[in-house]
């Protein structure tokens, strides 16, 4: 076959400035879909998620534009009072679940399947992500594991759940790997990717990568025809998600490397709870026109 010139040669796509297609700053009263999603893998769009976990933080968000939301197990440390995120249970996923989907009108919901709700096998997955879809009202799943899953990501997608892989560092797994970073090495390496190419494979429509490599990352990222949704796996990836209670400084503590504190919600909560406290200690508060006649 003769190779084409440069001059003959098909010019490559430009990104498209048309806002009814974009994710991030879209328009539409549609919820997108995981077919929005691979759409902006071809079109070179990076995108945001954030987690979510009730109606009205998703609300704000939903507005702001985040085209996708995760209801993570990570409520287990942020709202439940959990060390881990090992005891979150499908119940909770389900309640939460349901009451981000309520708080939003466009953003795609996705949620976790937790800890014991899969790894029995692919009945168990599908029994488990059919609640969320039904009584939550989710547009996709999220599990831990590449080859390791495998079986219950092809179950899950050829039932028409769409499922959203995570590799690297799976918190679910903290017990057996700790919070470290993954795929360092040459054999760890290859197998995180063949874990990617794996889920990518059975149909799952993106994948998370958790504190891998930036480098690595990015040979993900190219090797792969569905997006790669970055946590701590450099700017590479096709997009990127932090935990909300993170990105705006609520969490206490040291936070961890690859969060960007966007404000300081714990300081303004806390000088709201000191002023309104000192109001009501001092007399001041309620005043004439906060009482009822």
Sequence with gaps: MTQLSAAQSPAPKERTSDSSKTLYGGKGT???TVRDITAAKERGEKWPMLTAYDAMTASVFDEAGIPVMLVGDSAGNCHLGYDTT???????????????????SRALIVADLPFGSYQEGPVQALRSATRLVKEAGVGA??????????????????????VMSHLGLTPQS?????????GRGEEAAHQLL???????????????????????????TRSLHIPTVGI???????????VW???LGLTGGKMPRFVKQYADLRGVMGDAAKAFAEDV?????????????
């Design 232 to 242: 701590g796996a450099g700017s590479a990836c096709d997009a990127q998600v932090l």
């Design 245 to 247: 209670t993170d990105m």
């Design 281 to 293: 200690v001092g007399g001041a508060f309620p005043a004439a026109e906060h009482a009822v006649h």
């Design 194 to 220: 063949r874990d990617a190419k794996s889920a990518e494979a059975a149909g799952a429509f993106a994948v998370v990568l958790e504190l891998v490599p930036a480098e690595l990352a990015a040979e993900v």
């Design 141 to 162: 799943v999220k599990l831990e594991g590449g080859e390791r899953s495998l079986a219950q990501t092809e179950l899950l997608v050829s039932s028409g759940i769409p």
């Design 30 to 32: 549609r919820r997108i």
């Design 86 to 104: 090992v005891p979150v249970t499908l119940d909770e996923m389900a309640i939460l679940s349901a009451a981000v989907v309520r708080g939003t």
């Design 174 to 182: 903290v017990n057996t790997m700790g919070y470290r970073v993954q």
